[in-house]
């Protein structure tokens, strides 16, 4: 149950994480079966992302959150503050545990809290899969740590070469102290005998550099990259937030923080097609994805045209039957943009919330339509 756009990344994975990769097939091939059967219910979810902080340190330009359009920096500042504590989350790990979801640390950036390290260990020592996704800004200091916690993967987000970088990040030195923290990783990695974590980057594609994205092939090298993915820029129109408030107000929540990609996106597809094929047509030793993967077509659509979908009426997510999203107040949502929540977990268990009323409302009304007009950019969407 693996989309065939996504079959040569998940190859990949499953060479170099088979176990992983089952453990990922299996459960997404019941969540399926559950979207097709069970009439709003699922099984217990493949992944489960802890937003551990919303607060950032940097300000890049194409972030939803925090950049030129970003919503966080709207809110206030105990919202922004509002990050759960050690014990806390460890009760959420305990709880989850039995059913052994991949973990996903996320932000903000997930590094700014101060029990970030013992989350993942945590995590760890319960058995679970887990990924970090952050900006690379702190790895440096923090390069032995994550080594000896046992994280499974990293993943850094960087865009360029250091000049290109640093200016899209709003940051001087940015790039060399992410390059520097990465070897570091790598030497500890040797060091201990450890093959991870593994090291991803990943590259978005925005206006700022997608005239350079063979740039992000030679970073790949120097930093010992284990492998490189470039991410398609997620942005929407202000229309498609005005059709979305018709669902919202039938789920009686807001999708405001999509509000954050509503920007033109000021890429030229054909020039950007061009750099992949060039990019595609080479060997570095490590895999190299574009995600999604279109071919010039759909590119020029997915650019051109806000309400593009590939498949056309076919298109359904299916993601809030395979995940959900865990907010630094105790929330847990079935997605990343929308405040609906099914409930928190600081006052009822995840076993309580997974299938309650909230829960299969929105998976019902979601199935009926199919998608929601703000999904059609959504990465979820091209995931499952």
Same mark, same amino acid.
């Given at each position: ?170 940051? #001087? ?10 070897? #570091? ?29 063979? #740039? ?27 059709? #979305? ?140």
């Amino acid at each position: 149950m693996i989309p065939l756009r996504n079959a040569k990344r998940f190859f990949y994975k499953a060479c170099r994480q088979p176990g992983y990769a089952f453990k990922v097939f299996n459960k997404r091939t019941g969540a399926y079966l559950c979207y097709r059967l069970r009439d709003g219910r699922s099984n217990y979810p493949e992944a489960i992302t802890l937003f551990l902080t919303h607060r950032c340190n940097l300000r890049c330009r194409m972030c939803g959150q925090w950049g030129e359009s970003g919503v966080t920096k709207r809110e206030s500042g105990r919202h922004i503050k509002e990050d759960m504590s050690i014990e806390e989350l460890k009760k959420i790990i305990d709880d989850i545990a039995a059913f052994r979801p991949n973990i996903t640390l996320f932000g903000g950036e997930p590094l700014l809290h101060k029990n970030c390290m013992e989350i993942a260990r945590y995590v760890k020592k319960k058995g679970m899969h887990c990924l970090m996704i952050t900006n690379g800004s702190l790895i440096e200091c923090l390069a032995e740590e994550l080594v000896d916690s046992g994280l499974d993967e990293l993943n850094v987000s960087i865009d360029g070469k250091m000049m290109l970088h640093d200016e899209i990040r709003g940051m #001087q030195g940015l790039y060399e102290k992410i390059i520097n923290g990465l070897r #570091q990783v790598n030497r500890f990695r040797m060091k201990k005998n450890r093959k991870r974590p593994l090291i991803n980057l990943q590259c978005t594609i925005t206006r700022h550099n997608y005239h350079h994205p063979e #740039q992000m092939t030679e970073v790949a090298k120097e930093a010992g990259a284990d492998s490189l993915t470039f991410h398609n820029l997620i942005f929407i129109s202000r229309d498609l937030i005005g059709k #979305q408030r018709e669902i919202d107000k039938s789920l009686n929540c807001s999708s405001v923080n999509w509000e954050g990609f509503v920007f033109e996106p000021r890429i030229e597809p054909d020039v950007l097609y061009e750099k992949i094929e060039k990019i595609k047509k080479s060997r570095y030793g490590f895999p190299v994805d574009f995600y999604p993967d279109f071919s010039r077509k759909e590119l020029k659509e997915y650019y051109q045209n806000h309400s593009y979908l590939p498949g056309g009426d076919s298109v359904r997510c299916v993601s809030p039957w395979m995940t959900a999203y865990i907010f630094p107040d105790g929330d847990m949502r079935p997605c990343l943009n929308f405040d609906y929540s099914f409930g928190n977990l600081g006052r009822d268990r995840f076993s309580l919330l997974w299938n309650n009323e909230r829960a299969i409302k929105y998976r019902r009304m979601l199935k009926e339509k199919k998608i929601f007009p703000v999904c059609v950019r959504c990465t979820e969407l091209y995931r499952y």
